[in-house]
Nanobody, 123 residues
Framework: QVQLEESGGGLVQAGGSLRLSCAAS????????MAWFRQAPGKEREFLAG????????YYADSVKGRFTISRDNAKNMVYLQMNSLKPEDTAVYFC????????????????WGQGTQVTVSS
């Protein structure tokens, strides 16, 4: 059984930073592509960033390129999303997801999901 668990969300002022973490367990993820998505109330789930577990190749949505950075720690089975220069419009529930490569941007392409972590950015 594949399990993903996000943490690190919270309330932050505009211009601030947060680092989200995603712990993967249940199987070996060395061959996986991992991604971060977010979903704001009344909106569709949005792809943010992806990383290939083995090799570390990354891909970002234009909306977060230059502000968000995805990384992974293979030894700890962890994936991170460093978020800088946060804006009120970044307020959403953030999810990590996994699939076999390549990185895809559609939520329907991912089978493994965490429960999400809330990020709220105040103005």
């Amino acid at each position: 059984q594949v399990q993903l668990e996000e943490s690190g969300g919270g309330l932050v002022q505009a211009g601030g930073s947060l680092r989200l973490s995603c712990a993967a367990s249940g199987r070996t993820f060395s061959s996986y592509a991992m991604a971060w998505f977010r979903q704001a109330p009344g909106k569709e789930r949005e792809f943010l960033a992806g990383i290939i577990w083995s090799g570390g190749g990354t891909y970002y949505a234009d909306s977060v390129k230059g502000r968000f950075t995805i990384s992974r720690d293979n030894a700890k089975n962890m994936v991170y999303l460093q978020m800088n220069s946060l804006k009120p419009e970044d307020t959403a529930v953030y999810f990590c997801a996994g699939r076999l490569p390549p990185i895809r941007t559609r939520p329907s392409d991912y089978v493994n999901w965490g429960q999400g972590t809330q990020v709220t950015v105040s103005s």
